[in-house]
């Protein structure tokens, strides 16, 4: 069945989920636009929006369209073209209506997981947890054609462990797209021993379709992402340790954000990520990961101890952010969480902040933005003259954000050698496209 | 044309701030002013500098499409609205598209040629941001054959009807050389931008400018032969100036220092439902440009300094060769030597132009006029030029559409 036949029925389960939401987004708008071209004209196109909350699936739909508009805006100029035929739409408003009216119809929110027994493909976007994603993949492998292929937004669990326990036989793989899918470029494609062809041929044509960078990863927990991102985090959070010798906590949490953001010219700081991603989805996925790594000491008590005081993060409906280790207004951090005194310590509070930037000095000054960099098409050569210089300096901070920069690298590399990144390459790949680092955790930097 | 009967002086020209991204101070989901609000603004900047507001004895508003932007019309009335002394004076509104401004001081010149007024207030105005520019592109598409062409064209209908120009000019004149004259024209426009606090680039900070003007076009999501640092912005603004008679300035207090002549006009208007002939060549912009040599008497050896229309970037390159500062196909090297520069040998757009300063479509005709006011008075602040004893004639080419309606104007310095 060619990607095009499957493309006619197709189910996102967690359909309202961030994720979900988004990767109902980009589906849809490829659906319409298949649906458009003359050989498909009298198909009937179905996506399958399922989610166990029906109260979300009302928000979902408001999502869809408020995002379905801004995407047809973009892609005007194909969609004069679409639609070149029909004489009564004249305007680029009337088009893109017409594309959002072309692509409501064929949205089926629900709250049933039945309805997704006629779809051909299936995308897996619901809590992160082996025992509930075995079950529903179970009871679709039962209702669902045996040629059903299914694509799993996992970010940690093993593929081969959901296939073999949901019975699949190769037919499902690892689709990993990054928050949010329809703005991020990467997604990491997961193959489980013993994989479809079709599937895997399936999944890259489908990435091409929607514009994606796909990154092939090995199937261990984690893959490269999480496996990068949960090794970074916990670096930074095994530093607050040394730096509470002579700081208090919020300090340290501050300086380790700083640094990582500032000092690496990084979009965010690492505990501003953690509070993105969610600071208990961050615990879920290195409990997904520890039993995979018993070398290694996936756990962090301070993490266990945000979870507990439900201090958690991540995003409003409305895509703000959530207070996590950082209070946000208008989504920018402006105050620290204090676990002892379970309140959070404004910047402006005090002279803590002053006494902790005095601490770590200022970075070199060619230090360029990361938003300044980001299209600049010197960007390589500055970060090499960034770096270099940060490597001379002397300063507190410029230290620790070296040996954060060499813990990095030495995760990139790690990734490579176990056999979870195919190279340094895709390492960088999915630093750069999936977290928008300017350059990748595997360089000559340091 | 004829010869002017009567000497017509330009003054008080006024230029409201030129909003739009880029502009530190816009944020598209922020409320910002309306179209009265800029009306206001820029009346109340020219009556300022004269005496007595009651002396003026005509209002004309230049815009091109506030129906559509702004839900608004009999923009007339708006006038009165600026000054009290203007209350019942005779006003009238003028549309000639991107080309309403240049047609709204042909409209107060002839009037004061005619004799029915002494002075008279021209504004042009046009407030853009109102819709996304994908729906704005629908609005600007009015400037073209609507019925004829709308259908069938590009999702950003004008942005491709110039690049079909720029297409054009690759395939006669080679792809390298025009498009890096156009990339320098786009460094040109933001350099100058810079200089002036009003313009919609002044807060520009991008380091290769000539770089970002050579990014390559991407037909997927716009036009084929530009990119949008090749096209003016969408733009709120206004601008105002005062036409008069000798008798006029007079009445106004002020003196001939502190005015322009208008010493050259030429206006041209092309059939809208005839595609263009030769898309290498502006030919009404060619009309217009030798009808006021026409009138002064004039050439282009006489002209130094212009303010010519550069809706595109490509628009600039054809203009410069159109109005006879270059054979047909040097505008590129014309350009690339630098002599369209600050101070090269024949300043260009020295306030940023329609890319640089900002193109409220129907009000920039207006501006082009205030901004050589400026020029030739002394009073162009960080954007002034050197104004040569041998050239002392500046020019302005406002152009509606893709060159259907053509204004062009040649000033001097009064002579007390």
């Known amino acids: ?446 | 044309m004829k010869q002017m009967s009567k000497p017509v002086y330009l003054t008080a020209g006024y230029n409201t701030l030129f909003l739009g991204s880029g502009r530190n101070e816009f944020h598209p989901k922020k409320p910002r002013p309306g179209i009265g609000h800029y009306i206001t603004e820029a009346g109340k900047g020219a009556l300022e500098q004269i005496k007595d507001p009651q002396q003026i004895d005509e209002g004309v508003i230049s815009n091109f499409m506030a129906a559509r932007f702004n839900r608004q019309g009999n923009l007339a009335a708006f006038i009165p609205a600026i000054h009290p002394a203007l209350l019942y004076k005779p006003c009238s509104r003028v549309e000639g598209a991107c080309g309403s401004g240049g047609l709204g001081v042909f409209s107060a010149v002839k009037s004061v040629l005619s004799g029915t007024a002494d002075s008279v207030l021209a504004i042009g105005v046009e407030v853009q941001n109102s819709v996304k520019a994908v729906y704005g592109a629908d609005f600007l598409a009015g400037a073209g054959y609507y019925e004829g062409e709308r259908k069938n064209g590009h999702a950003h209908f004008f942005p491709d009807k110039f690049s079909a120009r720029a297409g054009a000019c690759f395939a006669k004149y080679g792809q390298e050389p025009v498009r890096t004259a156009m990339a320098r024209w786009y460094e040109q426009a933001i350099m100058n931008a810079r200089r002036n606090p009003k313009a919609q680039e002044y807060h520009n900070t991008t380091g290769d400018l000539f770089a970002v003007g050579m990014t390559p076009p991407n037909p997927r999501v716009f036009v084929e032969h530009l990119n949008v640092f090749d096209c003016s912005k969408v733009t709120d603004g206004a601008s105002a100036v005062i036409a008069a008679s000798a008798e006029g300035l007079k009445k106004l207090g002020l003196t001939p220092a502190d005015a322009v002549e208008v010493v050259g006009y030429g206006i041209a208007v092309d059939d809208i439902t005839r595609p263009p002939e030769d898309q290498t060549r502006l030919a009404t912009t060619q009309k217009a440009v030798q009808k006021a040599y026409r009138v002064s008497g004039l050439g282009p050896d006489d002209i130094g300094v212009l303010e010519l229309h550069d809706c595109f970037t490509i628009t600039a390159l054809l203009a410069i060769e159109a109005a006879g500062f270059v054979k047909e196909g040097e505008a590129s090297a014309f350009i690339a030597e630098g002599n369209s520069h600050f101070d090269g040998l024949l300043p260009t757009n020295a306030t940023g132009g329609l890319i640089g300063f900002g193109h409220p479509t129907g009000g920039t005709g207006v501006r082009q006029a205030v901004d050589l006011w400026q020029q030739l008075t002394g009073k162009a602040g960080d954007c002034q030029v050197a104004i040569k004893s041998a050239k002392p004639y500046a020019m302005m080419i406002n152009m509606g559409g893709n060159d259907k309606t053509v204004a062009v104007f040649i000033f001097r310095r009064a002579q007390a």
């Open chain 1, 1 to 446: 069945m060619t990607l095009n036949e499957r493309l006619t029925n197709v189910a996102v389960l967690g359909a309202a989920g961030k994720m979900g939401s988004g990767i109902a987004l980009l589906l849809a708008n490829e659906m319409t636009l298949q649906k458009l071209l003359p050989e498909n004209r009298g198909k009937r196109y179905e996506l399958n929006l399922i989610d166990i909350n029906p109260q979300m699936l009302e928000g979902l739909l408001r999502y869809l369209k408020t995002q379905a508009v801004k995407m047809a805006e973009k892609n005007i100029v194909g969609l004069r073209e679409l639609y070149r035929e029909r004489g009564d739409l004249v305007e680029n408003q009337e088009i893109i209506q017409q594309f959002i009216d072309d692509l409501n119809v064929s949205l089926r929110p629900s709250a049933d997981l039945n309805s997704a027994g006629n779809a051909r493909m299936v995308f897996e976007a619901i809590v992160e947890n082996a025992d509930v994603k075995v079950g529903v993949l179970k009871k679709l492998n039962e209702l669902c054609a045996k040629d059903t292929l299914f694509f799993t937004n996992t970010s940690s669990i093993p593929i081969g462990y959901l296939n073999e326990n949901a019975g699949l036989k190769g037919r499902i793989i690892g689709y990993h797209f990054y928050n949010p899918p329809a703005v991020q470029k990467l997604v990491e494609l997961i193959s489980p021993e013993g994989v479809l062809p079709e599937l895997k041929e399936t999944g890259l044509e489908l990435g091409k379709r929607l514009r994606k960078i796909i990154i092939p990863a090995n199937d261990k927990a984690g893959f490269i992402g999480n496996g990068h991102f949960m090794r970074d985090g916990l670096h930074a959070i095994s530093q607050l340790d040394v730096l509470q010798k002579e700081a208090s906590h919020i300090q340290s949490i501050y300086i380790m954000n700083r640094i990582s953001q500032d000092f690496l010219i990084r979009p965010m700081g690492i505990f501003q990520l953690i509070d993105y991603v969610g600071v208990d989805v961050f615990q879920s996925i290195l409990k997904t990961m520890q039993p995979y790594f018993p070398d290694e000491n996936l756990h962090s008590k301070l993490i266990d101890r945000m979870v507990e005081k439900k201090v958690l993060g991540g995003q409003n409906p409305d895509g703000s952010q959530k207070d996590g280790f950082f209070k946000y207004e208008k989504n920018r951090p402006v105050a620290v969480y204090d676990p002892e005194k379970s309140a959070y310590v404004s910047f402006e509070e005090g002279d803590w902040k002053l006494k902790a930037d005095q601490w770590i000095g200022n970075p070199p000054t060619s230090w360029v933005a990361w938003k300044n960099l980001l299209r600049d098409p010197q960007k390589d050569a500055k970060l090499s003259a960034y770096f270099s210089s940060l490597n001379s300096e002397k300063s507190f901070g410029a230290r620790l954000a070296m040996s954060y920069l060499a813990r990095s690298k030495e995760i990139g590399q790690k990734l490579v050698a176990e056999g979870v990144a195919h190279s340094a390459d895709d390492v960088n790949g999915v630093l750069l496209n999936g977290f928008y680092h300017l350059y990748g955790p595997v360089n000559n930097f340091v």
